[in-house]
């Protein structure tokens, strides 16, 4: 893996990959509020049982507490945030002084993100910023990191040191272009990928195949999507609601025959078996666990899916 840019983020996620431990991710979703209790709360359920948590900025277009604000939450209980930014909210001005912001907080992680368009949240006539796209922000973000100086060019004092992350979907149209997309942003410097949550697991061999055949493993660490189905409604509604999720009819079939009261528990088993195999995959590097709303079940799919305990590296 040739991802030693010779500079020390600090990043616990970095130093989990770079050691060729199989990494392990979650999720938190910010409030619509300003409860700072409820991130803590489900912070506690993540403690010492993943690597890293993101923490989503306005989800699905949807109005909640700033991902800056609720990662240095999590730094002040002990966690390693994966702050996330979107570029439909912010313009590059907003963007560089934010990064700058949470570096100085001990935000030591990014993900670099479009965003899902305004028309589909809560806010629908909001208007989109898209000053620069994903693309440009994880080339800004190297390039602040790398070469310590803004977009604009003027040099940066102390730049942020950041390990830098984006997103990947192998089920967006059309299939084929997925790795070249992904090879792009390797390219524009991301370190390693987070991607979309996957149900359909043979498009998905097919995608880590050709991204292994094209070398892409080798120059950035792929981090599996799994989220756990907590009913046949939730399945139904990514399969036909959800853009650029596929969601094959076995899967929805499997938990349809799951007996009474049990079809969380089919669910997370799924899961679980997704987790295991992607351990024995060549070019999956970890699994990011996007459990929505369901945080207090981490502890339970770690365990089932054998990732506990959790590596301690220097």
């Given at each position: 893996m040739s991802t030693d840019n010779g500079y020390k983020s600090g990043s616990n996620l970095e130093k989990v990959l770079k050691a060729g431990h199989f990494a392990f991710t979650g999720e938190l979703g910010p409030p619509r509020g300003t409860g700072a209790e409820e991130v803590l709360e489900k912070a506690q359920h993540l403690k010492g049982v993943v690597d890293a948590v993101n923490i989503t900025d306005n989800q699905t277009a949807v109005v909640?507490?700033?991902?800056?604000?609720a990662s240095l939450l999590l730094v002040q209980e002990g966690l390693e945030p994966n702050f996330q930014m979107v570029c439909r909210d912010r313009n590059r001005l907003a963007m560089q002084g934010d990064i700058l912001g949470v570096y100085t907080h001990g935000v030591r992680n990014?993900?670099?993100l479009s965003g899902d368009h305004a028309k589909f949240g809560d806010h629908p006539d909001a208007k989109g910023v898209f000053d620069i796209d994903s693309m440009q922000l994880i080339a800004m973000v190297k390039q602040m990191?790398?070469?310590?100086?803004?977009?604009?060019g003027a040099d940066i004092e102390h730049p942020p040191k950041i390990f830098i992350g984006a997103a990947a979907n192998p089920f967006a149209e059309p299939y084929d272009w997925r790795p070249h997309r992904l090879s792009k942003k390797?390219?524009?410097?991301?370190?390693?990928?987070q991607t979309q949550c996957i149900y359909n697991m043979d498009r998905f061999r097919e995608f880590i195949k050709v991204a292994n055949d094209m070398g892409l493993t080798e120059k950035c660490y792929i981090l599996a999507g799994v989220t756990p189905m907590k009913s046949v409604g939730m399945a139904k509604y990514m399969k036909n609601k959800v853009p650029g999720m596929d969601v094959p009819d076995d899967t929805i079939k499997r938990l349809q025959g799951a007996e009474k009261g049990?079809?969380?528990a089919e669910g997370i088993k799924m899961a679980?078996?997704?987790i295991e195999e992607f351990k024995e995959m060549d070019g999956v590097h970890g699994?990011?666990?996007?459990?929505?709303?369901?945080e207090h079940k981490v502890p339970e799919i770690a365990e089932q899916a054998k990732v506990l305990p959790r590596p301690q590296v220097d």
């Open positions: 909640r507490m700033s991902s800056w604000a990014m993900l670099c990191r790398d070469e310590g100086k803004f977009l604009g390797i390219d524009a410097g991301v370190d390693f990928i049990k079809v969380a679980c078996e997704q699994v990011h666990l996007m459990a929505i709303e369901w």
